[in-house]
């Protein structure tokens, strides 16, 4: 029965077969770069409601409802699709793929994955050099402005270094001051130029991915009237029209073919179509606003260009409390429209529904990531759990075989 579990979405025997698939992938080939969800959007897929053989939202959604085994069997075809045209040969290629199909409290179908590029970097080593650049850099800030400096050689190196940049990382500078020795030398300069070249380096990679892969740029022309604003405005009665005809997945079609352009004028429009439906945010005051902050930052600055931030994490409670326990590095993206969500374009144009994507280069969020989303084991249903408790029942009454056959057949019906 666990073996066969295994193959069962949702079970708990599924959960435990995925990670352990997970782990030996990532033992054996390296962690992920990519970290992913994608959504069903209910009955708003044409295709869906192609089969489910109705034509307006309303009749569709009591179809939807009544026929959750369709919409699964269709969404996981959608995925493979996907992952066959994004993730394959002619997309972004993986070195491994990995997902685990789960279903929220009303069973919706939706899933959350990871995946490796065909490259040999890991993002948390290259943040690491970042790290380290960026704290090489702000030691030789601080001797340049407090140290008074005699070596004409140790002077015109220090000149180099530009003490206005990176002021919006966070670090606790007395012990940086630790650091610096008593006779500066030539060689302990030279060793922190170098570590700030290779941290722009490594920052340059970095951004250089995410940039290509995601945008938070709004290509609308002229952009939304409330993007630079505090507050998004009311929702006017063309975003809910779009929200009616969302998200039309005419590429889906068009992917099978893989005959598509992202340049013509139909897949800008569904493009820009897609973007303003699902991709700026609304606070939700039950959801994302915790103590009058939107936990996911919005609206966010806005900024020219991508950069990475590097603060240090100081300890909450214990023998740490106010020490520097780690530092970590955080994306500030790009962007024109403070309430645009960063998100993949060739990616949301295919999936047509919302997809969430983002690039791991922090060692802790992925470790945390795994342990949220990819080894939890759901709880049964109400409705399975019910069904389990009848089967025992009836086990004290008829026996094994009978038990299995009605389990069977009412897990499947
Ligand atoms: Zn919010």
């Not at 080939?29 to 109705?54: A, C, D, M």
């Not at 260009?305 to 994306?331: C, H, P, Q, W």
């Amino acid at each position: 029965m666990g073996r066969y579990g295994a193959k069962i979405l949702g079970s708990p025997q599924y959960f435990v077969s995925r990670k352990k698939e997970l782990l030996a992938l990532i033992e054996s080939k390296g962690s992920p770069h990519i970290w992913f969800t994608l959504s069903l959007p209910n009955e708003y897929w044409e295709g869906l409601r192609k089969i489910l053989q109705v034509s307006d939202i309303t009749s569709a959604k009591e179809m939807f409802l009544r026929n959750p085994h369709i919409a699964d069997a269709y969404f996981r075809h959608q995925a493979n699709l996907f992952f066959k045209t994004f993730f394959g040969s002619k997309g972004i290629e993986s070195s491994w793929l990995w997902f685990r199909y789960e279903f929220q409290k009303r069973g919706n179908i939706h899933l959350h994955g990871m995946m490796r590029l065909n490259i040999d970097e890991d993002f948390p080593d290259l943040a690491e050099l970042v790290i380290r650049g960026r704290k090489s850099h702000r030691l030789l800030s601080l001797i340049q402005a407090n140290s008074p400096i005699n070596d004409p050689i140790i002077s015109e190196k220090l000149s180099t270094i530009v003490p206005t940049a990176f002021t919006d990382d966070k670090f606790d500078e007395n012990n940086l001051v630790k650091e610096i020795p008593i006779n500066l030398t030539s060689n302990f300069i030279d060793e922190h130029i170098q570590n700030h070249e290779a941290g722009m380096a490594a920052e340059k990679q970095i951004i250089g991915f995410r940039d290509f892969l995601l945008t938070t740029i709004n290509t609308s022309s002229p952009l939304p009237t409330d993007s630079a604003s505090l507050a998004r405005d009311e929702p006017q009665s063309t975003e809910k029209k779009e929200r009616k005809r969302h998200p039309s997945n005419k590429l889906h079609d068009v992917m099978s073919s893989s005959d598509y352009s992202l340049r013509c004028e139909e897949t800008t429009a569904l493009y820009k179509d897609l973007v303003s439906a699902l991709q700026r945010h609304r606070h939700n005051q039950g959801y994302c606003m915790r103590e009058g902050k939107c936990r996911f930052g919005f609206p966010r600055k806005l900024a020219p260009n991508s950069r990475l931030i590097v603060r240090d994490i100081y300890g909450e409670r214990g023998a740490n409390k106010g020490k520097v326990t780690r530092t970590m590095v955080d994306f500030e993206f790009a962007t024109n429209d403070g309430w645009l969500n960063s998100h993949a374009k060739f990616g949301l144009l295919a999936w047509s529904a919302n997809l969430d994507m983002s690039v791991l280069i922090d060692q802790e969020t992925v470790v945390r990531y795994i342990a949220k989303y990819c080894l939890k084991v759901e709880r049964p249903t109400k409705a399975f759990e019910s069904i389990l408790k009848d089967s025992m029942k009836l086990q004290a009454e008829s026996g094994d075989e009978v038990v299995m056959k009605k389990v069977i057949r009412r897990t499947f019906n």
